[in-house]
């Protein structure tokens, strides 16, 4: 889940808590019935609210702790849900869904998020202004993740000779530089959000005023804690029994990495996003979709490389071709679209047929 959902505002009411009636459902599957695809399935549903409550508990915590404090605790655990999933898929070997994954969420987040609160936003109300500088200094961070992205795969597609000990070298090198260059936006963002500056930024949004914290920390911070705890439980569930699920179903792992995977996490985000939008509150819709983007594509991706060292097995930073294309086409069309400052439903109907476009044309890749 991306950070912009937790800085932006709580999540919108109602909420989909009645989905954790999977978390017993997912455990007794896997303990009592021992059906594989049940247990995948029913990990992943348990997963969506699971996300949202950690969501839900980071803004109660961010909004009593300040604007500097709340600002780290929501670029630590913006993404905390697919970080888990993705660790836990690294520590199995499971390279090839965890890229998809990353990739589906800066997907999902950058052409489905926007794409659908574009459009109801825009049946609702017309046309709809938001900040076009906001959207430029976004658009300019996502661009230099697409470079982090497309260079290591340009490397190994068109030079012949290379080496693990190369791959290994620029993947830890571009995956340093992507760090260093969150952690200097996230130090510029804070200090944009000083007594004397309070304007919209890249990495951290404030909050409106109108939602007032409701839980107590003590509160917060157990719901935090079990939630994650039980997330990592759903997701070994997830990844024990990805691989029976999908020779069960016979689903090629891109497509479940870029459009399932990456789906269940970002669940509550996005109904998040479409409310805001249905409010014309498009500048915390924008700041959902582009932050969270930002955040796998600079911080989480690259935190894997380095994660991935302690494994058996480690993770490089080379995606395949149509995932640097996949990827790389989203940021163009939307840096395009969302950079006028206006938009309508439109525009929002067309950045989701591009999302079905690229659903149908993973679908029997691999």
């Excluded at 597609?157 to 830890?172: K, P």
């Excluded at 949004?205 to 409701?214: K, L, S, T, V, Y």
């Excluded at 439980?233 to 699920?245: A, D, F, G, I, K």
Aim: net charge negative; proline share 5%; with cysteine.
């Amino acid at each position: 889940m991306g950070p912009a959902a937790h800085n932006c505002a709580r999540m919108p009411k109602p909420t989909l808590d009645w989905l954790l009636i999977f978390v017993p459902i997912a455990l007794a599957a896997q303990f009592l019935f021992d059906q594989p695809v049940v247990v995948f399935v029913s990990s992943c549903v348990a997963i969506v609210p699971l996300a949202g409550l950690i969501g839900r508990a980071t803004d109660q915590l961010a909004e009593r702790a300040g604007p500097t404090v709340g600002g780290l605790l929501n670029a630590t655990f913006g993404n905390v849900t697919e970080l888990i999933i993705s660790i836990l898929l690294v520590w199995a070997g499971e390279f090839e869904i965890v890229k998809a994954t990353l990739i589906g969420s800066i997907l999902g987040n950058l052409v489905l998020v926007l794409g659908a609160s574009y459009l109801f936003g825009g049946l609702r109300h017309g046309e709809q202004r938001f900040d076009s500088r906001a959207a430029r200094l976004h658009s300019a961070s996502l661009v230099l993740a697409v470079a982090g992205l497309v260079m290591p795969a340009a490397f190994v597609q068109f030079y012949a000779h290379e080496t693990v000990a190369q791959i290994e070298v620029i993947s830890l090198g571009v995956a340093a530089v992507l760090i260093v260059l969150y952690v200097a936006a996230l130090v510029f963002t804070l200090g944009r959000h000083g007594p004397r500056n309070h304007r919209t930024t890249v990495v951290v949004n404030p909050r409106p005023a109108e939602d007032p914290p409701g839980w107590s920390t003590q509160r917060s911070l157990i719901v935090l804690l079990a939630s994650a705890v039980t997330v990592g439980v759903m997701s070994e569930l997830l990844v024990h029994t990805l691989e029976p699920t999908l020779a069960a179903l016979h689903l090629p792992k891109l497509f479940v990495g870029l459009f399932v995977i990456a789906f269940i996490g970002n669940v509550a985000e996005h109904a998040s996003a479409v409310v805001f939008a249905l409010r014309d509150k498009m500048d915390i819709a924008i700041e959902i979709s582009f932050s969270s983007s930002t955040q796998i594509a600079l911080l989480v991706a690259p935190v894997l490389v380095f994660i991935s060292l302690l494994s058996p097995h480690p993770m490089d930073f080379i995606f395949i071709p149509i995932e640097v294309v996949a990827v790389t086409l989203a940021t163009l069309i939307v840096s395009v679209i969302a950079t006028d400052g206006r938009s309508n439903w439109l525009e929002g109907a067309q950045l989701l047929g591009v999302y079905v476009i690229l659903a149908v044309s993973t679908f029997f890749f691999g």
